[in-house]
């Protein structure tokens, strides 16, 4: 019985173990905000950077503007798991590829020199090689679900966008549509939350120095009325409005820092899902799709 006892305290230690590190890293995911910096900066031309981390950088995506296209990576733990074809990274990487395939070359030509003495001794490679490749790669595992996550993402909004162009095609039964009363709420529901969740994701911190002028001083005057508006926001301490009364110009080195928690999301998309008035439209919007 002591043994019996012995074994089922291990077991309950062991799935409480269990328990507080998947209430813990839930925690985490709930209430770590997640941190955005976003460099913008106008002299000739537009550069722009962005930096997106979690958690001391544990998760962390980076990305720059440069020549009107733009170049980003997404890093776990420091590695990099995505990134796009004109990232420098991948640049960096096919180099050394190149370089890796170069040397293998020449490790081959000495290799058929002596044939009859690294027979074997490839064999064993070759085996050794088949091994390493069966072996799972918890990494890779992980890359995987973000790629699935990441291109669900995006053919959700291009499949929402070719219905939304099929749509634009029949103006009439979109104007019946959009004259249905419950359809109104649903579609005012939608963008109250959205703008929720705008107001939240927004910049919370804005430095920098923005100099501006249109040609024209009464045009100018106005532009500058609208810009003073950030510094109701941001206040004067640390962002600087300049205009220029007589030269048409625009220049501008701003920083803006904000972050967001998943919780706050969790709760804004809870209340959404549980409004009637916007189950109705998107049952509405789903017969209306297969009218199409």
């Not at 162009?165 to 549509?177: A, Q």
């Not at 030269?247 to 803006?256: S, Y």
């Not at 998309?269 to 017969?287: C, D, M, P, Q, S």
């Amino acid at each position: 019985m002591p043994i019996v006892f012995l074994i089922l305290k291990i077991v309950g230690i062991v799935i409480g173990c269990i328990s507080g590190l998947a209430v813990m890293l839930i925690l985490l995911i709930l209430l770590v905000p997640v941190r955005y910096r976003i460099k913008i900066k106008k002299i000739e031309h537009v550069e722009s950077y962005f930096t997106v981390y979690w958690l001391f950088h544990i998760v962390s995506m980076r990305g720059e503007l440069e020549k009107n296209t733009w170049n980003y990576c997404l890093r776990i733990f420091g590695i990099p798991l995505k990134h796009n074809k004109d990232s420098k990274i991948r640049k960096c990487k096919a180099a050394e590829k190149s370089d890796n395939g170069k040397t293998e070359k020449e490790q081959d030509e000495v290799g058929e020199s002596g044939q009859s003495e690294g027979a074997d001794g490839t064999e064993k490679a070759a085996v050794e090689s088949e091994n390493k490749e069966k072996k799972p790669f918890f990494l890779k595992r992980i890359k995987d679900k973000f790629m699935n996550i990441y291109q669900n993402i995006k053919n959700s909004i291009k499949n929402f966008f070719t219905f939304f162009k099929k749509v634009l095609d029949k103006k009439k039964s979109l104007s019946d549509f959009l004259k249905e009363e419950i359809n109104r709420l649903g579609i005012k529901t939608f963008f109250g939350t959205l703008y929720e969740v705008i107001r939240y994701v927004r910049p919370q911190k804005m430095k920098g120095i923005i100099y501006f002028g249109t040609g024209d001083p009464c045009s100018t005057g106005q532009a500058l009325g609208i810009f003073s508006i950030l510094y109701i926001r941001y206040g004067s301490k640390y962002l600087k409005i300049v205009p220029d009364f007589n030269e048409k110009v625009l220049t501008m080195d701003l920083c803006l820092f904000g972050k967001m928690r998943v919780l706050r999301f969790a709760r804004v998309l809870w209340k959404l899902y549980r409004n009637e008035e916007f189950k109705n439209f998107i049952g509405n919007v789903k017969t209306l799709k297969e009218e199409f």
